[in-house]
């Protein structure tokens, strides 16, 4: 079964650093990763996919992703943290099989970033 | 915005009850997906429809259901409601291309059950 994990609850970083946030999968064959951020009381909105190709990818709000096939990873990454940054990301894989599009999502990170 | 309509916001309701939730996918998107997020569960597919169709169910309980409608319009049911029904629904929809894999996702509706 395909999943994705999420290893920190919570990611604090100084505005103005570079920031992480990290997710490891777990699917067989190749994955279709996506990363969402949720504010308090929004919904999940859509930053970055990974589908196929280069394995930087750019995404909304000057946020990128790495897919890293080796070490089965795709983490978020931000040059310049800023502190309204500050939100919960989700990473989530495309369940493959089948004719669904579904996702399943990680745990969640919360992103805290001080001013 | 994402163009995915949700209603209601809020609703509280009483345990035992039935409640009807609304999501409008955007416009031209086949694909409505519902999801439940709560503290304990995080976030959890429901079920999925294609044009008027179901498509793949998940997590899903006998007391819940859904539809879409010829508008493409859906509605998710939740019926003889427990306290651990409480959770944020989250609809979502996507479009029906080869590469149109990313789900775009409505504000969501509480639901508080007392």
């Known amino acids: 079964a395909q999943s994705v994990a999420q290893p920190e609850d919570q990611v604090n970083v100084a505005e103005g650093n570079p920031l992480t946030v990290k997710c490891t999968y777990s699917?067989?064959?190749?994955?279709?990763l996506f990363w969402y951020v949720q504010y308090p009381n929004r919904g999940l909105q859509f930053l970055l996919k990974?589908?196929?190709?280069?394995?930087l990818v750019k995404g909304s709000y000057g946020f990128e992703a790495e897919f890293n096939k080796s070490q089965t990873s795709f983490h978020l990454k931000k040059p310049s943290a800023l502190v309204s940054d500050s939100a919960l990301y989700f990473c989530?894989?495309?369940?493959?099989?089948?004719?669904?599009?579904?996702?399943?999502f990680g745990t969640g990170t919360l992103l805290a970033v001080q001013p | 915005d994402s163009g995915v309509t949700q209603t209601p916001k809020h609703l509280i309701t009483a345990t035992g009850q039935r409640v009807t939730l609304r999501c409008s996918p955007r416009?031209?998107?086949?694909?409505v997906y519902w999801y439940q997020q709560s503290l304990d569960q995080g976030l959890q597919f429901l079920i999925q429809?294609?044009?008027?169709?179901?498509?793949a169910k998940g997590n899903i309980l006998e007391r819940f259901s859904a539809q879409q409608f010829p508008d493409l319009h859906s509605e998710l049911n939740l019926s003889s409601l427990e306290l651990g029904d409480s959770a944020l629904y989250f609809c979502?929809?996507?479009?029906?291309?080869?590469?149109?894999?990313?789900?775009?996702f409505g504000p969501g509706t509480r639901l508080t059950v007392t």
């Open positions: 416009s031209g998107d086949l694909s």
């Open positions: 429809y294609y044009n008027g169709e179901e498509r």
């Open positions: 990974y589908i196929t190709g280069d394995n």
């Open positions: 989530a894989v495309r369940e493959m099989g089948g004719a669904t599009n579904k996702l399943i």
């Open positions: 699917v067989s064959g190749n994955p279709y």
């Open positions: 979502a929809s996507s479009a029906s291309g080869l590469s149109s894999y990313e789900q775009y």
